[in-house]
């Protein structure tokens, strides 16, 4: 191939992703409105959910310099996304975190880590609607813990998964070095049990009818004499027996940190995955109501670069009232020693995918603004109006700027 023609089409390749891009942005569902709220600290959002009032609520980590400790955030907005209350939960020298959260009759349940003589335990804890505490509860183990996942039993109690006994007092990724946690309460955060799952951590969990509970984790495998990772999915009967155990993955890193029960009584499963192509993509996997999988999906580079560096991560996935999917994503350049200057990619966009039953891909919009800061999508919460509602890590949304909890509202 001559200089010429190479140089021909890799003008028309980078033309062809800025038209990917200008696509992108100019999707079926467009910002209603965009805000960020927070601290002046360091903050990042986990999870979110549209309130019954109308408004939005998110819960995650603030810090006030990259090496504190953290602190629990919790921020309430209303449904333009004016600020209407924030705490930040912590002590001194102690690391507290919030992980999840759900919303009950008269207030939010929370789910994180709570600390306990220097070292971080699994807690729960109950607002009221005006962001007041009604009650903390930790379930001490040995080293540290948190909790990552909850759900409402049918009995009116709370089911929640995570891990314990491992070192560090700060929640991963990952917790690869743990034990895996279950643990039921009754409505008032009381334990009545907890059972040590057959993996390093759940990730999240689901109450299944009156039939038990599901959770979803990454753990790690051996084939062919390689370590790699699977995605791993577990069914319980209702006091904690692990009925099931299935698997899902290739020979690369194949990770799930979000899942969701679908109609028919099976799970849609998200993460990311590096078994099928040259970096990681965004990956969906599809599976029935015994586990078995159906199909699986992948989505990377939305506005084009080289899938060896940009990486395209998933941590929340929600089934929508037509059956469809919505994801919500983040792609960027990494690791930072390799980026490839200059390149707006190196500064991360969040990444909305919304998909039929089949996980064709119907739309997907980006928010990227390279010149300020990063942003990139943690969760979202299908709203009301049909709707979505996008929380994110956002640099360039808010008054105190940089480490911000973003919130974009996309219009049905």
Not at 97 to 121: F, H, N, W
Request: charged share 25%; glycine share 14%; net charge positive.
């Amino acid at each position: 191939m001559s200089r010429r023609i190479a140089s021909i089409l890799c003008v028309l390749c980078v033309f062809a992703s800025l038209l990917w891009a200008a696509d992108i942005v100019k999707s079926n569902l467009q910002p209603e409105w965009i805000c960020g709220q927070g601290t002046h600290g360091g903050d990042h959002v986990i999870e979110g959910l549209q309130t019954r009032d109308g408004g939005y609520i998110a819960v995650g980590i603030t810090a006030k310099t990259e090496r504190a400790l953290g602190d629990l955030l919790v921020v309430k907005t209303d449904a333009k996304g004016k600020l209407q209350w924030k705490r930040v939960i912590g002590q001194p020298k102690t690391q507290e975190e919030g992980r999840c959260i759900l919303e009950v009759a008269d207030g939010y349940i929370l789910g994180g880590v709570l600390s306990a003589k220097r070292t971080s335990q699994p807690g729960l804890l109950k607002l009221d609607r005006a962001g007041k505490t009604v009650w903390t509860k930790s379930y001490p183990g040995k080293r540290n813990g948190a909790i990552r996942g909850i759900d409402i039993t049918p009995d009116g109690g709370i089911i929640a998964t995570g891990f314990t006994d491992n070192e560090s007092r700060e929640v991963g990724f990952i917790a690869e070095e743990a034990k895996g946690l279950l643990l039921k309460t009754d409505a008032t955060g009381k334990l009545l049990w907890t059972r040590e799952l057959p993996v390093s951590q759940g990730a999240k969990v689901h109450t299944i009818g009156r039939t038990g509970f599901a959770i979803c984790t990454t753990i790690w495998v051996e084939s062919k004499g390689k370590e790699h990772q699977d995605a791993c999915l577990l069914k319980t009967d209702t006091t904690g027996k692990v009925l099931w155990r299935k698997t899902y993955g290739r020979a690369g890193y194949d990770q799930c940190f979000d899942f969701d029960p679908t109609p028919d009584g099976g799970f849609i499963l998200a993460g990311h995955t590096t078994s099928h192509s040259a970096g990681w993509d965004v990956w969906l996997v599809r599976v029935d109501k015994k586990g078995k999988m159906l199909w699986e999906k992948t989505f990377g580079e939305p506005i084009g670069g080289d899938p060896k560096w940009v990486y395209d991560e998933c941590y929340c996935v929600k089934v929508l009232p037509d059956g469809g999917f919505a994801l919500a994503c983040g792609s960027g350049i990494e690791p930072t020693g390799k980026r490839l200057k200059p390149d707006p990619r190196n500064l991360w966009g969040a990444w909305v995918l919304r998909t039929d039953p089949a996980g064709k891909l119907l739309w997907h919009y980006f928010y990227h603004v390279p010149k300020q800061g990063h942003n990139a999508a943690e969760w979202l919460t299908p709203c009301r109006d049909g709707g979505l509602l996008l929380f994110l890590d956002s640099d360039t949304e808010g008054t105190p700027r940089e480490g911000n909890v973003g919130m974009i509202k996309l219009r049905a």
